[in-house]
């Protein structure tokens, strides 16, 4: 049994709820506009198993680190990471292929900054976008969301809202 935390397009902004939220998985995915090679260094020392492909914002850094597609399996789901690849029935194009050939159980992406967790009755995968994590784009509410694989299964998604602290204005000045 493995716990997952997922976040994406963070677009450099670190949130030490991160770690919080993130200190009991057993893995991090972040599905791309991480924005720095710090933020990755960062998840890395919340949990020893990051994965992570880089988004169409990500620099040459990132881009020399990070694949922009990663498939594979963990506690016997296969997994397909990516940045850009939409939702079932509009998928992005070229992954609707993909997805037939590789035949995931979960599909993970960012890049739209709207939280979906949806099944693809169709191809049998649960397709997950974590919303955004970071305070760039026009989110209202920033996002991440965890869940756990056991022996082939996915259980216990759960969204976490990293809601920021209301400003009190400041009082008028006589």
């Not at 030490?16 to 599905?31: G, P």
């Not at 963990?74 to 509009?90: A, M, N, Q, S």
């Not at 995968?125 to 784009?137: D, K, M, S, T």
């Not at 756990?148 to 000045?173: F, R, S």
């Amino acid at each position: 049994m493995k716990k997952i935390g997922i976040i994406s397009d963070t677009h450099s902004c670190w949130d030490d709820r991160y770690a919080t939220h993130f200190a009991d998985c057993d893995e991090i995915w972040h599905a791309g506009d991480i924005g720095s090679d710090e933020i990755l260094d960062r998840l890395e020392q919340v949990c020893p198993t990051v994965r992570a492909v880089y988004g169409n914002a990500d620099g040459q850094s990132l881009r020399r680190r990070l694949p922009e597609i990663d498939k594979f399996e963990t506690e016997g789901v296969k997994v397909v990471l990516t940045h850009i690849g939409g939702y079932p029935g509009r998928y992005a194009p070229g992954i609707r292929n993909r997805l037939d050939l590789w035949r995931p159980k979960l599909f993970v992406c960012g890049h739209s900054h709207i939280l979906k967790i949806i099944p693809d009755r169709q191809l049998g995968l649960l397709a997950v976008n974590p919303g955004a994590a970071g305070r760039q784009g026009w989110q209202q509410v920033r996002t991440l969301v965890t869940l756990t694989l056991d022996n082939g299964n996915i259980t216990h998604a759960q969204v976490i809202e990293l809601a920021d602290k209301q400003q009190t204005p400041n009082p008028p000045t006589v």
